[in-house]
């Protein structure tokens, strides 16, 4: 090889060198603007990605983020062979487009078609500029640097999701669900071959607005699908003769309230969520049909957990989203549970032996200092069981029951399991009337403690967002208890109207409780399954009263009637623990058992735990005993693990993990705390 040569193929190699280190720098300094793709509306999924609600940008577009695998395969061939027939091959800029479109202006003196390939395409619709020809060679770059820097499938998804589609509606998968109401995976070839066409002129070509321009530009685009082959003559025919839609369709609107909260965590994201569409969809209809026979149009909030994993299926927070107060969620609202939260009161005094169902109790008129309270029918009915007592929703036996167990441990309890009751003003915490609903308390966390009793006792936030990690179960309360207040609820009398069957004979076993605010503002249902827990909440948003609805009038129909749109499951009781007691009579049980009555002074007061302390992290050896000490109480004090009874005061933890420790007297006073075993090397 002469030098000549050997000098001209350095240069070379140097002048392309050169050309790739500066093309690099530029790529670094002036890296493509995603700005626009990246600022896409909020979107909440149900449980399978489906879309429950979406929301516009700051900007006031609907800017669904669509990819390739979300469209049909005969939009992406239609597209293809309308817009750039050689995008998988070309590096952004087509020359052989690039040239045919250079001869046609020379030949005819003026533009016959353009060079633009999607990718440029999709340049454009990042940085818009007006269409002059410098701004056409910026755009021929950037297409070469977007396919520089991403793949053939990404650079397409910019173009999808970005496409101008009439109005403020950018990108396939928005104009999809607005024009046909569905997702673009299933579109048919008319639609897609619509959806191809709308971009090359988007105000003029919007079918809502001028469907005889619409539909020419479709047409077009069908027939040349028919000229390369991308479709046949038979789909070609049927697709011709489909008309445009002429009307733009709203895009889902489900679990407004929910999806309203979680796009104010997230904005531009895709929210996933454990909602099921189906049943959120059944449920709303449910929903809507109940409001409409209701002469004052009350408010109604339905929350479903599914038991097995703890996620929330289906949100209600209100009907009527657009209407008076309709976009308050009252689902997450506080209000006033009357008595549904008497199972978790009595489930306490289950756990600490202190109470059995068949423990008698005498309903009759009782005063607690300066506060006398009454049943709602201001009756009472002398001695009954305490299986009766929760069954009735009698008052002063749950009150005797709180007193038992204690206002703070019980608060403390439910703030463990999740909830966050709020006390009405100056009360700090030790009342006796948060029996009887002093407290308020949400739906949702109303569904998580009725969750928890379903679970045997074991508590957790209800789940609602599936990208982040499921709450772990904490034990609050012993199999056993839970299990008595699921026998006693679930032979409960049901509603007038329903079939009084016997529980084994019902399509569900399902354990209930009601409850009434004071002056009738709130009205309760919540009950459980072994597989779902469904809370109801009946009222006014602005605490109206609704004289005469009781819970059990007004919520607890209802919320059968969900119950009766879920999916089937075993109808069978859950085998009893092992630590159970059965017995017939309350004579059966030992002495302290026997009788709930008020409180008496005792000379040591009632028991607490001075160790461990509440809420303490012990760090033990396998086989490392811990020392239980309690001050006060009369007579013999008895310590109980999870509910189970101790020997001694001496205790050997097994596992690592929360355990609840209880200290019972003779005069049958109890105190708890819940301690978390870690165990070291």
Do not use: C
């Amino acid at each position: 090889m002469t030098r000549h040569w050997k000098g001209l193929l350095i240069g070379s190699a140097l002048a392309a060198a050169l050309l790739a280190t500066g093309a690099l720098a530029l790529d670094r300094i002036f890296p493509p603007n995603l700005a626009r793709y990246q600022e896409r509306s909020t979107e909440i999924v149900d449980a399978n990605g489906r879309l429950l609600r979406a929301f516009t940008t700051t900007d006031g577009m609907w800017r669904l983020k669509t990819t390739p695998d979300e469209v049909d395969p005969i939009y992406r061939a239609l597209l293809e062979a309308y817009e750039d027939n050689r995008f998988a091959f070309h590096p952004g800029v087509d020359p052989l487009s690039v040239v045919r479109a250079t001869g046609q202006l020379i030949t005819h003196g003026r533009i016959v078609s353009g060079a633009s390939t999607l990718t440029m395409q999709a340049a454009r619709l990042l940085e818009p500029r007006p269409r002059t020809f410098v701004n056409k060679v910026i755009e021929a770059a950037r297409a070469v640097q977007l396919e520089w820097r991403y793949s053939k499938r990404e650079v397409l998804a910019i173009y999808l999701t970005l496409a101008p589609m009439g109005g403020n509606l950018e990108g396939v998968r928005a104009a999809s669900l607005a024009y046909f109401g569905k997702e673009p995976k299933q579109l048919s070839a008319a639609e897609a071959a619509l959806l191809v066409a709308i971009p090359q002129s988007p105000s003029r070509r919007r079918p809502d607005r001028s469907p005889a321009a619409a539909q020419a530009g479709r047409d077009r685009v069908l027939a040349r699908g028919l000229e390369d082959g991308v479709i046949d003559r038979a789909l070609y025919d049927m697709a011709i003769g489909r008309p445009v839609p002429e009307r733009r369709l709203a895009l889902p609107m489900n679990a407004p309230h929910l999806a309203t909260w979680l796009a104010g965590q997230a904005p531009g994201a895709v929210v996933p969520t454990t909602i099921r569409s189906q049943l959120q969809s059944s449920l709303s209809r449910l929903v809507a049909d109940e409001r409409g026979q209701m002469d004052d149009k009350a408010q109604v909030a339905m929350v479903v957990v599914d038991n097995r994993t703890g996620g929330v299926v289906a949100w209600l927070g209100g009907g009527d989203f657009f209407g008076r107060a309709g976009q308050v969620d009252l689902v997450r609202a506080h209000r006033s549970p009357g008595s549904a939260l008497k199972p978790m009161i009595y489930a306490l005094a289950f756990d600490d032996r202190t109470l059995h169902p068949e423990t008698l109790v005498e309903d009759v008129p009782l005063r607690f200092k300066d506060w006398l309270p009454r049943n709602f029918d201001r009756e009472h009915q002398g001695a009954v069981t305490v299986r009766r007592a929760l069954q009735q929703s009698l008052n002063v036996p749950a009150v005797l029951a709180l007193e038992k167990v204690g206002p703070a441990r019980f608060l403390s309890t439910l703030r463990t399991a999740g909830a966050t009751p709020l006390l009405p003003p100056g009360d700090p915490g030790n009342s006796l009337g948060m029996a009887l609903g002093s407290v308020t308390i949400t739906p949702l966390e109303m569904a998580g403690l009725y969750s928890g009793l379903a679970n045997g006792g074991r508590f957790a936030v209800p789940q609602v967002r599936r990208d982040r990690p499921r709450p772990e179960p904490v034990r609050l309360i012993g199999e056993a208890a839970a299990w008595y207040v699921g026998d006693i609820l679930a032979d409960a009398p049901l509603p007038e109207g329903f079939a009084s069957l016997p529980v084994a004979q019902r399509d569900r076993r399902i354990a209930y409780k009601t409850g009434t605010s004071a002056g009738y503002r709130d009205a309760w249902a919540a009950g459980y399954s072994a597989n779902w827990t469904v809370v109801v909440w009946v009222g006014h948003a602005d605490g109206t009263p609704r004289p005469g609805q009781l819970g059990r009038l007004a919520a607890l129909p209802l919320m059968f009637k969900a119950f009766g749109r879920l999916p089937g499951e075993d109808n069978r009781a859950p085998p009893a623990p092992a630590d159970v007691m059965k017995v017939a009579a309350s004579k059966e049980l030992p002495l302290r058992m026997r009788m709930l009555g008020p409180a008496t002074a005792q000379a040591g007061g009632a028991p607490r735990i001075a160790y461990p302390p509440p809420d303490a992290k012990l760090e033990l050896r396998a086989h490392e005993t811990v020392a239980l000490a309690a001050a006060g109480g009369s007579g013999t004090l008895r310590w109980l693990i999870d509910g189970q009874p101790l020997v001694g005061s001496k205790w050997t933890p097994d596992s690592a993990g929360e355990t609840r420790v209880a200290v019972v007297d003779d005069a049958g006073h109890s105190s708890a705390v819940t301690v978390r075993i870690v165990r070291r090397p």
